[in-house]
């Protein structure tokens, strides 16, 4: 069971704009920066969004990211087939002695 | 340009322990801010965060794992060593490491790079 929450599931038909949902605590989420990652089938994550809605270059700017509260939100607009894989949301845990924490991950399948 | 490979056995006995190491390049383990992870992944499953190591070596450990996993440097050779005890089955995982990123804008690390990832099997 993964500490944040992530539909295990998306889709969407070309063009369309979907959004992955990710949801957290206070003591991640709710007081820390969120990223998210995507994997293609068969390879290593690859950063998408750093510091809730930051790009690294070379990342389209059809990926964005968005934060409220303990929940983060990543939006895919102009969808395209070369999108298909699995997205993760990870964040800080300030509790304990601070730890990593990922979501369950989320497919996104293109129509 | 950064590049980080893993390294290791490709298959493991229970009970026994996992050594794992991350060979990189293009930075150094000795510069202010720097840092490596390790990130596992069973799989068809999700990522976990297993520990981390920072160029002061101040090093951190998942809670849940603690216990069985050791992280140390070697900024000679630009490596990452993981080790991991008492190996069960449900350790089978693609383990990577990946570089750490300090972001000095607004100051917060995070995994920027990631290896390519060795899948290790446990099992009899």
Redesign the interface.
Known sequence: Q?VLTQPPSASGTPGQRVTISCSGSSSNIGS??V?W?QQLPG?????LI??NNQR?SGVPDRFSGSKSGTSASLAISGLRSEDEADY?C?A?DDS??????????TKLTVL | QITLKESGPTLVKPTQTLTLTCTFSGFSLSTSGVGVGWIRQPPGKALEWLALIYWDDDKRYSPSLKSRLTITKDTSKNQVVLTMTNMDPVDTATYYCAHIYWDTVVPNWYFDLWGRGTLVTVSS
């Open positions: 993964s820390n920066y990223y990652y390879t290593a994550p690859k950063l750093y510091r690294p993760y990870a800080w304990l002695s601070g730890f990593w924490v990922f979501g369950g991950g």
